[in-house]
């Protein structure tokens, strides 16, 4: 079995796998590519892509100097509003989010608050930098806002992530590579790299806020000054 039906496997089943030790970062996004083809195989559509590692707190945690990318499916995208069924998942994690929505030439035509579910299919939630490229950088899930023309300025707006009504983590979208845009033009260099595929409509999640937390069954919202909200429940059953 391969190591893309491995972690195929473990998303479809809820059941981890152990560490690949890929060797290199080239390696783990033909791995990332080969996991998306089989998603893709079952009737799946890509809608956008996300950045890793935008925070200079995560990248030092990680022992790593760059952003990393994943690619999202239709399957993976709530409501807002949404119910997310725990079930389907091993150990998720939800983080509060700026999201973009690309216009013609890969301009950012919107921007929107957003969350995001990780959820790796490791054991114990452990890996190295190629390993978590490979599983897609650990996507899981996400819902968006209401979109929202570009303001200004997103380099300094609060950020607020609650659980059950309670403020479990606060930041802001300067947390995001200094300010969300910038992760536009990492996003575009990453793609030329790795045949990322980026198009117009596409929705591009710009990176964690905050630190995330533990999700499960229950109410989150997440609050963007002058953005608006974002809300998902977690479910049993």
Known sequence: MTAADLLDRAQRTAEPVPQLSLPDVAAAYQVQHAVIALR?????????????????????QMGVDDVIAGQLTDAMRFSDGGDVPL???????????????????????????ALEIIDSRYVDFRFSLPDVIADNTSAAAFAVGAWQVLPPDLGNRAVVLEAGGAVAETGSTAAILGQPLRALAALGRLARQHAIPVRPGDVVLAGAATAAIGFTAGVYTVRVAGLGTVTVRGTRG
Request: zero cysteines; aromatic letters at 4%; hydrophobic letters at 50%.
């Open 40 to 60: 893709l195989g079952r009737g799946e559509v890509l809608v956008g892509a996300k950045l890793g590692f935008t925070s200079k707190a995560k990248m030092a």
């Open 87 to 113: 079930a389907e998942l091993i150990h998720p994690r939800i983080e509060p989010e700026i999201a973009f929505r690309l216009g013609p030439g890969l301009v950012p035509d919107a921007v929107a608050p």
